[in-house]
């Protein structure tokens, strides 16, 4: 399939991920972040329910492509048959490898393609991650995990957040074996040298070859290992120790309310600290925001079903007085460190 009419001169970048109605937001978020600083570029989204897809096609975006799960199940009836064996977020991982091999179909003039989860967001062009690629088969990304949540190197060394294979011998080796381990196995839950789709990166640079382990430190940055890396801007460019930001994975941010969100690096031990708050996390917020807002014009049906799933159980009268806590984040937006603080000032309120 020949997707690539209007675009001229060097081959674009090519890029998939997947989502739900749940994730459909930081979808279309990542996807005007990869505008923002990708030139060429196509992105192939995955949706897992009509409403998503009704909703990226409504986009008319001309860099992006939305398909059913159901083109990926028709092309790998085994994943279709783990339905009722794994949870959703089990069959979730399951399909990541097959929605990679779907992409490279899908994109039949692509010689590299690379997946992204739908909770990144770019700061500045990967240019930098594809030249340390080179002409490597497989392109992964370690978690760095700061060093108090070295104990989480037990789920995998690598994070499954961007991961590249070419159009090659030993890039669809590595991709057929993961995807025929995932299929056969991959659970939410620790089981020797296996961990949901994630783990079996651990074993491809010794298993495979011509995988490279991308050292740049601006790529995948994450509540994980953010503790380990200043962040600073000069010259309008962020930058993490002597790294560019390229791209931060916003893993675990929740949406407490409409206008309240955590931003989810409670759970590794991190405070949000005035620098990542309002040069990383809010310029984040306010794109999932900008696209919600985006959906209401094009996707009205998309952005009732988003907006029923945000929970709205306290009274205008507690989230003022939320917001009164926070008031050094942007306008009427908060960002909560975790959701036990917030917890902890709704007890407040109902005792005073």
């Not at 196509?42 to 096609?57: G, H, K, P, Y």
């Not at 696209?291 to 306290?314: E, I, N, W």
């Amino acid at each position: 399939m020949s997707l690539l009419l209007g675009f001229k001169g060097t081959m674009p970048r090519f890029f998939c991920t997947y989502l739900n109605i749940n994730y459909l937001s930081r979808g279309i978020a990542l996807l005007h972040s990869l505008h923002a600083v990708v030139g060429d570029f196509m992105l192939l989204v995955v949706c897992f329910d009509e409403t998503s897809l009704a909703a990226c096609r409504a986009l008319n975006d001309e860099r992006l492509q939305s398909v059913s799960i159901d083109s990926v199940e028709q092309a790998v009836p085994a994943l279709c048959e783990l339905k009722s064996v794994r949870s959703a977020v089990e069959y979730f991982f399951s399909a990541t490898p097959c929605v990679i091999d779907y992409a490279l179909e899908f994109f039949s003039e692509a010689q590299l393609i690379t997946y992204l989860d739908a909770d990144l967001f770019f700061f500045a062009s990967p240019e930098p991650i594809f030249a340390e690629i080179g002409d490597a088969s497989v392109g992964i990304i370690e978690h760095r995990f700061s060093g108090r949540n070295e104990h989480l190197n037990k789920f995998g060394r690598f994070n499954v957040g961007w991961v590249s294979f070419r159009r090659d011998g030993d890039g669809l080796a590595c991709l057929q074996w993961w995807k025929e381990s995932c299929l056969e196995w991959c659970f939410d839950r620790l089981d020797g040298d296996r961990y949901a789709d994630q783990k079996y990166l651990d074993q491809w640079p010794t298993r495979f070859n011509k995988v490279r382990v991308i050292a740049h430190q601006g790529a995948n940055v994450a509540p994980w290992n953010m503790e380990n890396l200043p962040l600073s801007k000069t010259a309008g460019q962020l930058e993490v120790g002597r790294w560019p930001l390229i791209f931060f994975h916003f893993q675990g941010l929740r949406q407490l309310t409409s206008k309240i969100f955590n931003s989810g690096v409670g759970r590794y031990g991190v405070a949000l600290d005035a620098s990542w708050r309002t040069l990383v996390f809010e310029p984040y917020v306010g794109a999932l925001i900008d696209a919600g807002a985006l959906l209401r014009d094009c996707a009205p049906h998309a952005s009732a079903a988003t907006t029923s799933r945000v929970p709205q159980p306290f009274s205008n009268r507690l989230v003022a007085v939320v917001y009164s806590s926070y008031n050094r984040a942007r306008s009427a937006l908060r960002l909560v460190r975790d959701a036990a603080l917030f917890r902890a000032l709704v007890r407040a309120h109902k005792s005073s």
